[in-house]
Nanobody
Framework: QVQLMESGGGSVQPGGSLRLSCSIS????????LAWFRQAPGKEREGLAA???????SYADSVKDRITISADGAPNIVSLQLDTLNTEDSAIYYC??????????????????WGQGTQVTVSS
């Protein structure tokens, strides 16, 4: 049984940084695409970043200058570094995993497995 669990969310002031982590268990496929999404109240879910088993990363244009996705090779953990946060970054952040290509934030909507989400709140 594949399980994903996010951690690292919380409250931060504008301009600050957070590092989110997603612990992955039970995923035994050697090829994969791991991704991060977010969803703010009243808005659609937004794909942010994706990374494949070869370490190739892909980012949404809206956030590519402020975020970095990374993963170990197992996969056991996929992380998302968020920098220069602003109030519009407040949302629930989700990790996802699956075997599909291309591995991009857009196509990661097809992920087979999803975490429960972690809240990020940016306020002064």
């Amino acid at each position: 049984q594949v399980q994903l669990m996010e951690s690292g969310g919380g409250s931060v002031q504008p301009g600050g940084s957070l590092r989110l982590s997603c612990s992955i268990s039970g995923y035994t496929y050697s090829t994969y695409c791991l991704a991060w999404f977010r969803q703010a109240p009243g808005k659609e879910r937004e794909g942010l970043a994706a990374i494949d088993n070869e370490g190739k990363a892909s980012y949404a244009d809206s956030v590519k200058d402020r975020i970095t996705i990374s993963a170990d090779g197992a996969p056991n953990i996929v992380s998302l570094q968020l920098d220069t946060l602003n109030t519009e970054d407040s949302a629930i952040y989700y990790c996802a995993a699956g075997s599909f290509w291309p591995c991009t934030p857009h196509f990661a909507q097809n992920s087979n497995y999803w975490g429960q989400g972690t809240q990020v709140t940016v306020s002064s």
